[in-house]
């Protein structure tokens, strides 16, 4: 049982930084990138804190720039992912009886890390790896995962550990939050570096042991996490991390009786394709593993006819097109009236005929690269359909080119029809649709935005009156896990908007709170009776 006599005070967020012209901490950051661009790092699959070199070797190229090899990674095979199962079982019986504090101290030690000596190197690895620019990355690599480490600590301590029964009179009851029997799959997406920390290590901190499947898109910056972490003295085998060939999948992880969950951030069909092997596994597990997914989005804003125009364009500008529309949480879809269309749309137009995209080392850029050629051909095909089919029409940008970088102009379609393609599918990429939808019309456009879309991740409603802010985001309460009134639907702060959605994206456990957190133990109820009775008769037998 944890010890709670001690409950520390609530962490603060940790600060942003703005990586302003001429400033140390941009001169810092950037000779770090010069440094990290000019060589090419071999990563290895980590198995018991041993490092496996497996010669099967894939290559990583900076989105942004293709000639850059930045590592070059080994993939697992299934003998070496068997050993990882067999390694985390040997870790798990005094990991799982490793005091609370101790693990703590762990990961507030890698928060440290990252706060500190770390932060240029993690935020480095993310701008290159993934295309960030250094604002995008700062907030997620270093801000977002200092805080899921510290946030989940107390967390742990404060809302799980502490809740304890009630006990009568010569009675002690107390509730045991046992780790899971087992281990527990992260899989791992590639738009997020803080999702990739916390993912396997929001179990490992109640205890479980965990196997690392990081994105072969986000190798690098993934790689220096589990640096960071060996260095914040986690015990080897408690988190495996094992790259893996998508050709060779991870049959021998999902196969395993000891599977005791799967932690997820991706895609919703291969999410889907989890759940059902997993089901079909079934009667071979020795327990019923948990599964906890975050997955697509077709996040919306709904403008109203009292917006402030300039915060409403400024809200779609940096929900649609920061990090190149790749965030889970991305404006894709937007629902103007009538009444103040002409204004949002020429305003829009003039603001993104300003951005500037390229090589994120330039630190004035606004936008990198996407990550890929499928996912370049993925959001050009979505462009060229709303230049090919009525129902749909490209207003500005869309334009994109392969030569050096996977660099897609952000793109603004107008759509007659709401339920255009465009105006339906996740398309995760730097493109917005637009609605008109006619201002009389008011609760047939809500319900467009609440059904048109399988999705239920992010949104919001921009309106200056705040009683018909309150009556949109009632009509639209289902439509989103986060919702947001006056602000764009991305930025979710760890400790002030829990992450997550439901419908079609995930299963709504809220990342950076103690409603992820619980998913990862199995409490026992122990009750101890101090004068237990020696005779089995009741009073009114007489």
């Excluded at 798990?92 to 101290?105: G, I, M, Q, Y």
Aim: charged share 20%.
């Amino acid at each position: 049982m944890v010890n709670t006599t001690f409950l520390p005070a609530s962490p603060a967020n940790e600060p942003v930084r703005e990586y302003r012209p001429g400033t140390p901490e941009t001169s810092s950051l950037k000779a770090r990138c010069k440094e990290m661009a000019s060589t090419t790092v071999e990563i290895p699959c980590i198995v018991g804190g041993e490092e496996i070199f497996t010669g099967k070797i894939t290559e990583w190229r900076a989105p942004h720039d293709h000639s850059r090899v930045l590592c070059k990674w080994h993939a697992s095979t299934p003998e070496l992912q068997a050993k990882a199962i067999a390694t985390g079982q040997k870790a798990w019986r005094e990991w799982s009886e490793t005091p609370f504090h101790v693990r703590t101290a762990i990961f507030d030690k890698a928060a440290e890390l990252l706060s500190g000596p770390w932060r240029d190197v993690v935020n480095a690895s993310t701008m290159l790896g993934q295309s960030k620019t250094c604002f995008q990355a700062e907030i997620d690599a270093a801000c977002e995962l200092i805080d899921f480490w510290r946030f989940n600590c107390y967390y742990a301590l404060s809302q799980i550990y502490t809740d304890q029964p009630q006990s009568a009179e010569g009675i002690h009851n107390y509730v045991d939050h046992r780790p899971l029997e087992g281990f527990v799959v992260a899989i791992t997406p590639f738009n997020f570096t803080s999702i990739g920390g916390n993912l396997p290590t929001a179990p490992a901190l109640m205890g479980n042991v965990a196997i690392w499947k990081p994105s072969h898109s986000s190798m690098l910056s993934n790689y220096y996490v589990m640096k960071l972490l060996e260095e914040a003295g986690l015990p080897p085998g408690v988190i495996n991390f094992v790259p893996r060939d998508p050709k060779i999948g991870i049959a021998a992880l999902m196969n395993s009786e000891h599977l005791a969950g799967i932690h997820y951030t991706g895609s919703t069909a291969v999410f889907q394709s989890l759940w059902q092997t997993m089901a079909q596994n079934l009667p071979s597990y020795r327990a019923y593993p948990r599964i906890v997914g975050e997955t697509g989005g077709k996040d919306f804003i709904f403008a109203h006819e009292s917006a402030d125009i300039d915060a409403l364009v400024t809200g779609a500008l940096r929900g649609a097109f920061e990090y190149q529309g790749q965030k889970c949480s991305a404006a894709s879809r937007m629902y103007v009236p009538r009444k103040i269309w002409t204004a949002v749309r020429d305003r829009l137009i003039a603001e993104m005929h300003t951005i500037k995209m390229g090589d994120v080392e330039d630190f004035s850029n606004f936008m990198g690269a996407v990550i890929n050629e499928k996912a370049f051909d993925k959001i050009t095909g979505y462009i060229d359909y709303a230049r090919d089919n009525s129902g749909g029409e490209v207003l500005q940008g869309g334009e994109a080119t392969r030569d050096d970088g996977w660099f897609i102009q952000p793109t603004l379609i107008g759509c007659t029809d709401p339920t255009f393609k465009t105006m339906q599918e996740e398309i995760f990429g730097p493109v917005l649709s637009v609605y008109v939808y006619d201002e009389n019309k008011l609760d047939a456009a809500l319900n467009l935005c609440d059904t048109t879309s399988p999705y239920a991740l992010t949104g919001g409603v921009f309106a200056q009156d705040r009683l018909m802010a309150e009556e949109i985001s009632a009509a639209l309460r289902h439509a989103a896990g986060n919702f947001y009134i006056n602000d764009k639907p991305t930025g979710a702060v760890v400790g002030q908007q829990p992450f997550g959605g439901a419908r079609a994206s995930g299963t709504d456990d809220k990342a950076g709170s103690a409603l992820n957190l619980i998913r990862w133990v199995a409490p026992r109820t122990v009750k101890e009776t101090y004068n237990p009775p020696t005779d089995y008769r009741y009073p009114h037998m007489g």
